[in-house]
């Protein structure tokens, strides 16, 4: 038997080994080709930069005019003379406003500082008609015209008060407050809650009516030494009932002196005097006959 030298038994085929490679190469630069050409024949394809030109543009919101609101509201009838009044605008300013009485004086007011409202600044008289002019720019850019009139109460009677202390005074640690009204006040707790006590010191106290006509403040025990006191009473324009109405506010200042009582007893027919609650004087006393009562 005879043998070829350097053979491995395997049969080789005569085509080149990178013949099929080459070929599949060629395939695939083909389908490329074809690919691009279908890809730049496609009828949805958008420009470069994706422009927006179709797409619907956003309306700007129109800007809101101006809305006036009056207190009390034009045509009011009855007012308090003492009444919150202002005027009030939303989604705009005040360019310019008055409020005058039936003669045309103005009333004096105070416009915010962002210009939105405008509030009376001083009281109004009794049984008057008061009348609104002016104009606000709302955010639009337009104006509208501030207008109207109110007309505050006519009182049946007006009541005046006193008080019994005076401005600057000095006064004991067991001194009421006493305030007098020359009218009946049928409606007491109006009165009362115009009514306010101020002490530079904590001190308990309240007021009591001893009838229609007189209110008494006074603390629960005496006075601390040294207290100084503020009384205000705010009585203008409160109702007092049965178509009556205060005719006037009033202050009261003043101090108490130092700590001194003087107790007088019956039973024991003794005068004592007591400062800074310790006994210095103690006198005797008749306090009088029983049958003559003038004694």
């Known amino acids: ?91 705009g300013s005040i360019e310019t406003l008055t409020l005058t009485n039936p003669t045309g004086k103005q009333v004096k007011g105070t416009l915010a500082p962002d210009k939105t409202s405008w509030t009376v600044a001083e009281p109004l008289g009794y049984a008057k008609t008061y009348t609104w002019a002016g104009t606000a720019l709302g955010a639009d850019g337009e104006r509208k015209q501030i207008a109207g009139a109110f007309t505050t109460v006519t009182p049946d009677s007006l009541v005046n008060t006193t008080i019994n202390t005076g401005d600057g005074k000095t006064y004991g640690v067991a001194m009421p407050i006493a305030v007098t009204f020359d009218g009946p006040v049928t409606d007491k707790a109006a009165a009362q809650r115009s009514m306010t006590v101020q002490t530079s010191v904590p001190v308990e106290g309240a007021w009591a ?29 409160v109702p007092y009932g049965e178509g009556s109405y205060g005719n006037d506010d009033m202050t009261s200042q003043f101090t108490i002196g130092r700590n001194q009582v003087v107790k007088a007893d019956t039973q024991t027919h003794r005068l004592q005097v007591f400062r800074g609650g310790k006994l210095v004087q103690d006198f005797p006393a008749s306090m009088g006959l029983d049958s003559d009562p003038a004694g």
């Open 209 to 237: 009516w001893l009838d229609d006509r007189r209110a008494h403040w006074r603390p629960k025990a005496y006075w601390p030494a040294g207290t100084h006191v503020t009384v205000n009473l705010q009585l203008y324009g």
């Open 1 to 91: 038997m005879s043998a070829r030298r350097g053979g491995s038994g395997r049969r080789t085929s005569g085509r080149r080994p990178g013949g099929l490679t080459l070929a599949l190469l060629a395939a695939g630069v083909v389908a490329t080709l074809g690919l691009t050409a279908c890809s730049s024949g496609d009828g949805d394809a958008r420009p470069a930069g994706g422009g927006t030109d179709d797409a619907p543009k956003v309306q700007a919101k129109p800007k809101p005019a101006a809305q006036i609101a009056l207190q009390p509201a034009a045509g009011a009838r009855n007012v308090s003379p003492v009444a919150p009044v202002k005027v009030t605008v939303a989604d």
